[in-house]
Each structure stands twice: as structure tokens, then as C-alpha cells.
């Protein structure tokens, strides 16, 4: 009888934990799930994002040598942006990498020189961070990069710049629909990448930063109920 019950209060507390899980996510996959949507590409998609460097001062961006910053104060990155080299930092490893030539990256785990596929696994870790962790401070400074499609969508009355990825990065092939304020400067955008398990979950790019030589980065960023923070960002000409 002492089992049955028990069993009973175990069934009767995973339900109680695991429904309402369930729920929310239906909830939002039914409410945020959706294919990627056709754009039209052409010269207006191209001057929507044109709009956006200049409402963000790309020139600014591009004049910018050097970039430092944590993310999640998890990672703490060095971007030479010049010369396309990095230190990435988490826990008790140090990666030097060499975004041009990765085979030419060092690793170092408590400052000991680590060879070997340690630190081949190293480097890809470090990589896939970078990747990752960069995007998410100069994505709208990425929409001229090789391999980008831009196409104009229509979403609640107004353009948004749909812009898909077609090679480099992790994931190749993701796709992000940028929307804007009056200005033409970046709000959100939605997502369509292989890193998340639901297509077109949205994130805020509204709190942003002017920094020292005069580039604009996000300091913050908001998907459904989670916020990341990208802070300690200092930059050189």
C-alpha cells in the first residue's frame, strides 16, 4: 500500500511539473512556428539595407580595429578585427584563434600550451563560439558578407529585410527577418536556424550601445522569457 501511494504522489508531481511544461511549449510553438517566408529580391532590398548601416553608422563600424567583449559573462572575446585574429576565454582555456587560418590557432588550458586533437577540439569549440557569440554583436553588419541573399518581406504593413546565409558561419543556410524602427535601425528580428528547435522564435536588438569609436553594438538581447547580456564591450581605431 506504502508503494502504491508513493507511486501515486511520484505520478501525481510529474504531471504537475511536466503539463503545464507541455502547454507553454505548444503554446509558443503555435504561436512562433512558421516556414521561412518569400521575399522579393532586388534593388529595395538592398536599399533597406543600406538604410540600416546608415541608421547604425557602418562607417563607424568598419573604421573599428578592435573589439572586446563578454558574453553571458561566460565568454570573454579579443577581436583584432583588422587582422581577423581572436582570444577567446571561458573556464581555464585560452584559444588564439586565427579566423583566416585556424590551423595556425593555439590553445592553452590553465596557460599550458596544449597540442594534439586536444587542442584541434579546442579550436573548433573556440570557432563555433566565435560564431556564434559574434553574431550576436555585428549581425547587421553582416548582410553584405559573401554568400548573403537579401529579400524584402512584408510583415504588418511594412518592409522587413529577410537575409539568408548561404555559406561560412556554423550553420549555412540560416535565415533572419530584420524589422525596424522609423529610423531604419534594427529591432528584432525572427530565425530560422539549425541551432534552435523551433523556426521563427524572435529576438530583440533594441538596447544598443554607442562605443567609443563611435560604432553601434547590442548590449542586450531578449528571446521569448530569456535575456542575454553582452557587456564589458570596449573598442579601438
Known amino acids: 500500500?506504502?508503494?502504491?501511494?508513493?507511486?501515486?504522489?511520484?505520478?501525481?508531481?510529474?504531471?504537475?511539473?511536466?503539463?503545464?511544461?507541455?502547454?507553454l511549449l505548444g503554446y509558443i510553438y503555435f504561436k512562433y512556428n512558421e516556414?521561412?517566408?518569400?521575399?522579393?529580391?532586388?534593388?529595395?532590398?538592398?536599399?533597406?539595407?543600406?538604410?540600416?548601416l546608415d541608421a547604425l553608422d557602418y562607417e563607424a563600424y568598419k573604421k573599428t580595429e578592435y573589439i572586446e567583449w563578454t558574453y553571458q559573462n561566460k565568454r570573454?572575446?579579443?577581436?583584432?578585427?583588422?587582422?581577423?585574429?581572436?582570444?577567446?576565454?571561458?573556464?581555464?582555456?585560452?584559444?588564439?584563434?586565427?579566423l583566416n587560418f585556424p590551423e595556425r590557432s593555439k590553445a592553452y588550458v590553465h596557460s599550458f600550451n596544449?597540442?594534439?586533437?586536444?587542442?584541434?577540439?579546442?579550436?573548433?569549440?573556440?570557432?563555433?563560439?566565435?560564431?556564434?557569440?559574434?553574431?550576436?554583436?555585428a549581425a547587421p553588419y553582416k548582410v553584405y558578407d559573401d554568400g548573403v541573399k537579401r529579400s524584402v518581406v512584408k510583415r504588418d504593413g511594412k518592409d522587413a529585410l529577410l537575409v539568408t546565409y548561404?555559406?561560412?558561419?556554423?550553420?549555412?543556410?540560416?535565415?533572419?527577418?530584420?524589422?525596424?524602427?522609423t529610423?531604419?535601425?534594427?529591432?528584432?528580428?525572427k530565425m530560422w536556424t539549425d541551432l534552435l528547435p523551433m523556426d521563427g522564435l524572435e529576438a530583440s536588438?533594441?538596447?544598443w550601445?554607442?562605443?567609443?569609436?563611435?560604432?553601434?553594438?547590442?548590449?542586450?538581447?531578449?528571446?521569448?522569457?530569456?535575456?542575454?547580456?553582452?557587456n564589458h564591450i570596449k573598442t579601438t581605431r
Open 183 to 189: 529610423t531604419g535601425k534594427p529591432l528584432k528580428f
Open 205 to 207: 536588438w533594441s538596447d
Open 76 to 98: 570573454r572575446y579579443e577581436w583584432d578585427k583588422a587582422n581577423n585574429l581572436c582570444t577567446v576565454r571561458w573556464k581555464e582555456f585560452k584559444v588564439d584563434l586565427h
Open 1 to 23: 500500500m506504502k508503494l502504491k501511494k508513493t507511486l501515486k504522489i511520484i505520478a501525481g508531481v510529474v504531471v504537475f511539473f511536466t503539463l503545464p511544461t507541455l502547454l
Open 209 to 230: 550601445t554607442t562605443t567609443k569609436t563611435g560604432a553601434q553594438l547590442p548590449t542586450f538581447h531578449k528571446i521569448l522569457f530569456f535575456g542575454f547580456e553582452i
Open 166 to 181: 548561404t555559406q561560412g558561419g556554423t550553420t549555412p543556410g540560416d535565415s533572419y527577418l530584420w524589422s525596424f524602427d
Open 35 to 52: 516556414d521561412v517566408p518569400v521575399g522579393i529580391e532586388g534593388e529595395a532590398a538592398d536599399a533597406l539595407a543600406d538604410n540600416m
Open 114 to 137: 596544449i597540442i594534439g586533437d586536444q587542442k584541434d577540439a579546442l579550436v573548433t569549440t573556440a570557432l563555433n563560439y566565435f560564431n556564434n557569440d559574434s553574431f550576436w554583436i
